[in-house]
């Protein structure tokens, strides 16, 4: 199981929170124990969902503060420490953006790429394998407007006038702008027993190192310049973002990793939350599990759901 989620419910971001998030932004190293190195990105994590105590210290600057909900799917590959990494860090290393409360789209791109930038460092220290990789799917609610930022295959899908509107972006080569974007670098693409199309290593043999996505956190196999002697593989990490205005039209969003969109629908995942409204989000996830378990879906699956109330 190489999913992890986060939610993170009306967080008051303060000044002196972001300045001593700062401080435990990144994890300490331990060479020798890479088990350990994991058991502190999940402390990590949990100190970050539960939020920081700010110093007792005031200044003006304490004053200012913005009230954010955080929500994050990572569906993992090749191991399960990049999913950790970016469910620990990526909500920090975004509300620590200098261009936070101005301009959040802005400070959520360069999140992400501080996120792989420390993951590459940490991942390249501990000689971690460099297959390991992980999509991302993480939604941001600043008041009444919601910022969603994919990159991979699991997707983030709103109910809007009783209709389904996908807010996300699918990086696989079934993607036509993706695919576009890759031989356009002369990547190499090679396809699998099932006659679906991969993106294939540019240096080692294609047909035995490929990957399905065409954009990643992680995976250094595909990115380092010692494994890739010059050649692009086309596997990138920079995110799809929409911005999205909510009203009184838009009711719920569904989170997904692609072991659920593969076998389930857009609409029908809507049409399940909709005909019970009033049933407990966390039922209805599981609900949703089961009904994507009997379609024989063959990958991990992990589904959130939001409910809105617009003010």
């Not at 990105?41 to 949990?46: F, L």
């Not at 600057?61 to 990526?90: K, M, P, Q, W, Y």
């Not at 076998?263 to 409204?277: G, H, I, L, R, T």
Request: proline share 3%; hydrophobic share 40%.
């Amino acid at each position: 199981m190489e999913d992890v989620h986060k939610l993170i419910l009306w967080e008051e971001i303060k000044q002196s929170q972001l300045e001593q998030s700062n401080k435990c932004s990144e994890p300490s190293v331990d060479e020798r124990a890479s088990k350990r190195q994991k058991q502190q990105i999940s402390e990590q994590s949990e100190k970050i969902s539960q939020g920081e105590e700010p110093t007792k210290e005031t200044s003006d600057t304490d004053t200012v503060e913005t009230r954010v909900s955080f929500f994050i799917v990572c569906d993992g590959h090749g191991g399960i420490e990049a999913a950790d990494f970016v469910n620990a860090h990526l909500f920090n290393k975004i509300i620590t953006q200098p261009t936070f409360a101005a301009d959040p789209e802005k400070a959520i791109m360069q999140g992400f790429a501080d996120t792989e930038e420390a993951f590459v460092k940490l991942a390249t220290k501990l000689e971690w394998d460099g297959l390991v990789g992980t999509t991302v799917t993480a939604v941001l609610i600043m008041g009444n407007f919601l910022y969603v930022a994919n990159i991979g295959d699991s997707e983030a899908v709103i109910c809007s006038k009783g209709k389904a509107k996908v807010l996300t972006e699918c990086h696989a080569l079934n993607n036509e702008a993706e695919r576009n974007r890759v031989e356009a670098l002369g990547a190499v693409i090679v396809s699998d027993r099932r006659g679906s199309h991969r993106l294939g290593h540019p240096v080692w043999n294609p047909n035995y190192v490929n990957i399905a996505l065409t954009r990643a956190i992680g995976d250094l196999y595909f990115k380092s310049p010692e494994y890739i002697s010059g050649r692009n593989s086309g596997l990138i990490a920079v995110p799809y973002i929409t911005k999205w205005q909510l009203t009184t039209d838009d009711s719920f969003m569904i989170i997904a990793s692609d072991g659920f969109w593969d076998v389930v629908s857009y609409d029908e995942a809507v049409e399940m939350v909709k005909v019970q409204p009033h049933m407990e989000s966390e039922r209805i996830c599981q609900q949703l599990v089961e009904f994507c378990k009997s379609r024989n879906s063959d990958d991990n699956i992990t589904v959130l759901l939001v409910k809105f109330t617009v003010v």
